[in-house]
């Protein structure tokens, strides 16, 4: 997943939002297979067979958790940078401060997890030991949410706290690593593509091979989340990613990656971090994560292009899943349930720039902001989708070896 700065919603609208939810109180990657006729909600439902099932072999010790969402109004929630609307003027979360004045929860936001191996590795020991790692709700990518469903480390969700569910797009509700969606929900979901500075290279980009031009020597940064960059590197070389290939494809793009390290021409390979370098002119282009291309143009003066390579993209989700030892589960569920709400849906999207998991949003959008109803980086075309392709599922031995030979690759 990914960010920049986002675009802040107008106050007024933000109450106007309130007052039309009422009290129904309850309530960022990988994803897409190719064929385009499946349509959009087809293409979505993709989003969950990009989840490994291989990786992490321990589970989660016994836990008797006691619930205290009665007796304590609040909930803690752990997510992605620039990952939720906020107010520079106020400097708080409308869609939070809505949440508490609705509910009566309130809410500790942080901005804690920047890549999901990093973030699972500050955490899992407490997760295996069945402890709280204070946090309520956690926001990983499909493949990550894959390993700690699959490990114990998540407690079930009540769905009868969560009546909003009914919102989530179709294709959205069964995924191979969770069927029936019983411990995670989709947070939102995005593309990873490249970007250019488009003053500083006018000619542009069309295709992943074209980051290793001479001219850009030094100026490249490309993401330290492995399915994104290494899926970019194989569909550039006509690997489908969604297919059946193996260690020999994933081998020569790891090569192409390493060469272009050991060249200099790759600058750095980042997480979430990556945009100040966009921003402070020190790269020019890279592997990008979409959402946050649209919001740095619209704090930064429009000054990067975002495309799909001509081999294809990447499309992601995010999931909120309770950890095993929250005490907080029925707080949390009534937080996803507001957010499953289209209205609030459309309010996070307009702020966000990512591509919302709820129905109805792009609808609600038009008493947000009309222009971006028809971005498709938040509402993505059936064209767009054809050029998204799915990670695909990883057995453990290929989780194992796989992201050992990228971290290696990377100097992680």
């Not at 702020?351 to 008493?367: D, H, K, L, T």
Request: proline share 4%.
């Amino acid at each position: 997943m990914s960010h920049s700065q986002r675009r802040r919603p107008e106050d007024p609208q933000i109450r106007a939002l309130a007052q039309m939810i009422a009290s129904r109180s309850m309530s960022r990657r990988s994803v897409l297979g190719a064929a385009g006729a499946l349509g959009v909600t087809g293409l979505l439902a993709a989003c969950g067979t990009s989840g490994t099932s291989g990786g992490g072999g321990t589970s989660a010790a016994p836990v008797d958790v006691t619930d205290l969402s009665e007796s304590e109004k609040i909930v803690n929630w752990a997510n992605w940078t620039l990952y939720l609307d906020y107010d520079d003027g106020t400097k708080k979360y409308p869609t939070l401060e809505q949440f508490k004045e609705l509910t009566g929860i309130s809410t500790n936001y942080s901005e804690d997890i920047d890549g999901n191996d990093t973030y699972y590795g500050k955490v899992q020991a407490q997760l295996n030991a069945g402890q709280d790692i204070g946090q309520d709700i956690v926001t990983l990518t499909d493949w990550m949410a894959a390993r700690i469903i699959r490990q114990g480390f998540t407690q079930e969700l009540d769905h009868a706290n969560i009546p909003n569910i009914s919102n989530l797009l179709p294709n959205l509700q069964e995924v191979d690593f969770d069927p029936g969606r019983h411990h995670s929900l989709t947070w939102q979901s995005g593309y990873a593509g490249i970007a250019w500075n488009k003053s500083r290279f006018p000619k542009g980009l069309k295709s992943v091979s074209d980051l290793w031009q001479p001219e850009l020597k030094g100026r490249i940064t490309v993401l330290d989340e492995m399915r994104d960059t290494m899926g970019l590197l194989l569909l550039d070389a006509g690997v489908d990613i969604s297919g059946q290939w193996g260690e020999s494809e994933f081998g020569a793009g790891l090569d192409v990656l390493r060469e272009n390290i050991a060249s200099g021409q790759i600058r750095q390979v980042k997480g979430n971090s990556y945009k100040e370098d966009f921003i402070s002119g020190d790269a020019i282009a890279g592997i990008v994560w979409s959402g946050d291309i649209v919001q740095m143009n619209f704090e930064n003066d429009d000054q990067w292009e975002f495309v799909i390579p001509e081999g294809g993209g990447t499309l992601w989700s995010d999931n909120m899943l309770v950890p095993v030892a929250s005490p907080h589960k029925a707080n949390a569920e009534r937080l996803m349930d507001f957010y499953y709400q289209p209205e609030v849906a459309a309010q996070v999207a307009a702020y966000v720039n990512f591509i919302s998991p709820v129905v109805g949003a792009r609808e609600a959008m038009e008493a947000i902001d009309p222009e971006l109803v028809d971005n498709p980086l938040i509402f993505p075309t059936d064209d767009d989708l054809e050029h998204a392709y799915a990670f695909r599922s990883l057995d453990a031995d290929e989780e194992t070896s796989f992201t050992s030979e990228f971290q290696q690759s990377i100097g992680a």
